[in-house]
Structure formats: structure tokens, C-alpha cells
């Protein structure tokens, strides 16, 4: 296992991963060994998604990789019929259509995705199978459909009638507006790091809610909904996708991380970039969330409203971001 001088430079975040007593036994312990990591598990989650992020605490915590947990963690999102933005139970397209993106990524920067793809209740895990199966990275629409049926996904009805009954009503006038912090938009991204301080990472949504068919967002596109480096962190992201693609929100925090920045810091540039890109524009919604390899998070959208959810062996919290516009 690779290990790291991990506590030499160790400033807790947000969540800080670290109780007292072990950060005062890891001290001592790093200054007889500098080479020792002391890796404590971490899952973050945009919005409060506690069961989702309960679940790959629960993979996590039993040893399991971040890769799993990530997986695991957000399918019960996907499953949930309540969720009308992620999965099963999402919002259709003008046409009636629920088309689902997602992508998952690993420690290794091996990464799968899966854009536009109906009928299939779990994206992250045909993005999963995509990324360990094939020699691509995306598989979309039809081609993603089959590939998912071949390996042994079944086809199920994932408009449910609550959002048929809402997208009936909605037909009535067509407007395409948006709406801060509902319709754009509570998309799952996660981040994990497990065991031995390797991170993963994934995104899923249903999209916006009556988007043009075949409208696809920042969340199944690498770098955009979803970035992870191993050696660095992650970042995800959940709002207007098209915003978020322009500027390759979650690649640049990464980056900026890289640079020095704390998450907190390289969340807050990210946002800062796309309103400057927009020049007054600010009828949207965008939320960054990322992570470092020290386990240090950070979390910054344009309006109020925006929340994630933190998950550790120091328990669990739903924090709220400061956002660009403060009111
Ligand atoms: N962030 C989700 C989407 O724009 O589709």
C-alpha cells in the first residue's frame, strides 16, 4: 500500500476525520515514522441524501473500497421513487421520456459513464460495468440500453406516476423554467475514501426535469459532474449542468486543489469562474462539493440553499454551504 506523510501537513476541514486522542497518538507516531498514513474512511455527498451516504458508510466502514461504496451508496438514490431527480421516479423529458446519465471514476483514473439512457433503474452500475468491461469510457442512449441488457440488467418503467401525473400538467403550458434548488438541481454526486486512502467518486441524475430529448448535462461527463485524482481529490458538482460543463467545474477544483487550494477555497473559485463567465446572469443554480486526500471537504454554490452531506467515523452531518449570492 502506498503510504503517505499524512499528518505532517494535516489542517482539518469541514469535517475533520480525526478524533482527539488518535490525532495526539498519530503525532507521536508520525514524528518516530514520518512515512506512516493514518487513512480515516470519509463519504461525502451533495444535498442531504443521509441514506445514500449511510450506505457506503456502511461499505466503508466494514473495509470495503471507496469504489463500492460510491456504487452502493448512490443506488439508493436511484431506487428511490421519492428522489424525482436521480433514477427510478425522475422527472421525464418533454417527450414523457425518463433518460438517466451517470459516471463513476476510480483510484486508478479508470472511469465509465452512461448518457441519456432509459429503462434501466441503475446507471452507476452500467457506468461501472462500462468502465470495467469495455475498452470506452461513455456508452449513451440505445447503445447503453443494450449494453446494459447483455449484462443482465432487466428493463423496467421508470416514470412513475407522480411524475407522469406532474409532467401531464406540465404539458398544459410547456414553460421551461427553472427553479433554484428544485429543478436544478439535486443530482447525486459523491466522493469516498476509504481504508487505505484511496478515493472514488460518482455521479447520477434523472437531468432537468423536460429537458429537450436527448439533453445531456455536466453529470455523466468526466471532469464536468465529476472528477477524481487519487493522488489530489475529488470534486462533483449538482445545479444547471450546462454551466457546469462550460467552465469543467469539477476537473478545474481538482486542479486548484492541486495548486494548494483547501477544497473550500478551490470550490469557491470554481463558482466565482462561472458567474464571471455569465456577466450578471443569475438565475441558476450550481453547487461544487470536493474532497482531499487528507479528507479535508469543502462545499460553494451561487445561491443559498445548497447542503452536503459528510459521513465518518466522527458521525454524520448535513452542512450547509455559503454561497456566491448571499441572499
Ligand atoms: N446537474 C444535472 C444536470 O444538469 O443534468
Redesign the pocket.
Known amino acids: 500500500m502506498l503510504r503517505r506523510k499524512f499528518l505532517k501537513n494535516s489542517s482539518m476541514g469541514t469535517a475533520g476525520v480525526f478524533s482527539a486522542p488518535l490525532m495526539a497518538s498519530c503525532q507521536e507516531n508520525s514524528e518516530e515514522n514520518s512515512e506512516t498514513e493514518i487513512v480515516k474512511p470519509i463519504v461525502v455527498c451533495t444535498w442531504n441524501f443521509h441514506n445514500a451516504t449511510a450506505k457506503a458508510w456502511e461499505v466503508l466502514n466494514a473495509g470495503g473500497n471507496a469504489l463500492d461504496a460510491i456504487e452502493q451508496g448512490v443506488m439508493i438514490e436511484e431506487a428511490d421513487v421519492e428522489n424525482q431527480t436521480v433514477g427510478m421516479g425522475g422527472r421525464p423529458d418533454r417527450d414523457g421520456n425518463v433518460t438517466l ?1 451517470a459516471c463513476i471514476m476510480d483510484k486508478d483514473s479508470n472511469c465509465g459513464a452512461v448518457l441519456c439512457m432509459q429503462n434501466i433503474a441503475h446507471p452507476i452500475s452500467v457506468a461501472r460495468k462500462v468502465m470495467e468491461d469495455t475498452p470506452h469510457v461513455m456508452l449513451a442512449g440505445k447503445g447503453a440500453e443494450r449494453f446494459a441488457y447483455e449484462k443482465g440488467f432487466k428493463n423496467e418503467n421508470l416514470l412513475t406516476e407522480q411524475s407522469k401525473q406532474e409532467w401531464l400538467e406540465w404539458k398544459k403550458t410547456s414553460k421551461y423554467e427553472t427553479i433554484i434548488n428544485i429543478e ?2 439535486d ?1 447525486i454526486g459523491m466522493l469516498a475514501i476509504d481504508k487505505n486512502g484511496d478515493i472514488a467518486g460518482g455521479c447520477t ?1 434523472s ?2 426535469g423536460y429537458k429537450y430529448a436527448g439533453r ?4 455523466p461527463i468526466i471532469g464536468a ?1 465529476l472528477f477524481v485524482d487519487n493522488e489530489i481529490g475529488g470534486a462533483t ?6 454551466e ?1 460543463v462550460r467552465t469543467v467545474g469539477s476537473f478545474l477544483i481538482v486542479e486548484l486543489m492541486r495548486q494548494g487550494k483547501t477544497p473550500q477555497e478551490a470550490c469557491e473559485v470554481g463558482v466565482k469562474r462561472i458567474m464571471e463567465k455569465n456577466k450578471g446572469r443569475k438565475d441558476f443554480q450550481i453547487g461544487f462539493l470536493a474532497i482531499n486526500k487528507k479528507g479535508e471537504t469543502g462545499g460553494y454554490c451561487v445561491h443559498p440553499g445548497f447542503t452536503y452531506r459528510v459521513y465518518s467515523e466522527e458521525g454524520h452531518v448535513n452542512n450547509t454551504s455559503d454561497s456566491y449570492i448571499k441572499v
Not at 445531456?216 to 453529470?219: F, P
Not at 458538482?237 to 450546462?242: D, Q
Open positions: 446519465d436544478n438541481h443530482t441524475t437531468g432537468m445531456v448535462g455536466d453529470s459532474g458538482a449538482t445545479g444547471v449542468g450546462e457546469v
